[in-house]
């Protein structure tokens, strides 16, 4: 019996792909001269034909409207939900006449969820050509056939929800830069004294104020980055780029937090390095978060090491380069570093606590490392600091 779906709809991206493969199969095992896989669609009230082979050039123009729910074998396929093995058509009164010379017929219904959701029929010119074996093979093929159909409707139903969640987050972000703007912009002119003189405590609540929509803004920031890195929003402008480069520009990005905890500051780059292949902002911005991490998490006076080079290694790819940031920080235990793979995961320790973040920055920087095709890997000790390592291919490598 026919149940409310629309299946043929969510199924149509298969087309090309899943249902012509399908049918090949089944007319290769049965022999069939023609066959076709057809979907139904509750608001047309009739199937929609998907895959066909075999039919004349007219069968498949005339079927761009939908088969009609009640027509021909198919049609009480459809509605009854019983397969029909008829060795001569000549004897059936469902019968509708569309391959010349058609003798036989085997249609079988796909099924999902206990409902009829289409039909795959074969036709033959020999006169009882399918037996109950090709029916078996053919009413099997049919339950992997709904599971492709399922597959591809949830398929574009998560796009769709990536599609308008990332749509919500850019309006949310957008409603809420607006204020946060002004916010920042008036604070700013209080603690100049454009409107009057405050006292101690007044300057220290305005800023207290401006330090959390600074939090604010990069939380939407960050929320707006890794939405777009999921749903493949990001492009970089891939161009040979100097790693000294990137490194002086992130040094310059968080002197301030490195100064304040009185960190040491090691950086060793080869002057014969050759140049990266990727997009210099992006890089400065892997770089900058993986950077601000260790000076948050390492304590006052410890050190901080930035290297780039890793040609030599042997567990690197010949045409790619190595980037790391260690720290003598607090380290990460291996259930941390297992967390670590996921969103917003913080540790709870008591100095990661205390510091302001979204967690986000370390999922940002592996985004944006593998859409450069290289790979994030961290190491980490509870107590003896944490290495970040990344992969960027070499701008030479390009041209070759």
Known sequence: MIQPTNQAETAAPAHNGVLDMALEWALEETSATAGSIALYDERLHGLLLLASHGYPPAFDRDHEAPWPAGKGIVGRVLRSGEPALVPDVSRDPDHYAVLPGTHSHLSVPIRHKEQVIGVIAMESQV???????????????????????????????????????????????????????????????????????????????????????????????????????????????????????????????????????????EVEIPADLPSALGDRDRLIQILTNLVRNACMYTPEGGTIRITAGGRETADIPPDYLLVSVSDTGIGMSPEDLANLQGKFFRADQAMVRAQQGTGLGVSISRGLVELHGGQLIVESKVGKGSTFRFTVPIAEADGE
């Open 127 to 265: 006169p009882a050509r399918f037996n109950d074996k090709d029916l078996t093979f053919l009413q099997r093929l049919a339950v992997h056939v709904a599971i492709a159909i399922e597959n591809t409707s949830l398929h574009q139903q998560t796009k769709e929800a990536d599609r308008e969640k990332l749509e919500f987050i850019d309006f949310v972000a957008h409603e809420l830069k607006q204020p946060m703007t002004a916010m920042r912009g008036y604070t700013r002119m209080l603690m100049m004294g454009i409107g009057g003189e405050m006292n101690d405590t007044q300057a220290q609540f305005v800023g207290v104020i401006l330090a959390n929509v600074d939090r604010m803004d990069k939380l939407v920031n960050d929320l707006l980055e890794i939405s777009r890195l999921e749903a493949g929003r990001i492009k970089l402008d891939r161009a040979p780029v100097s790693l000294q480069d990137v490194v002086d520009e992130t040094i310059a990005n968080t002197r301030t937090e490195s100064e304040t905890r009185n960190h040491q500051l």
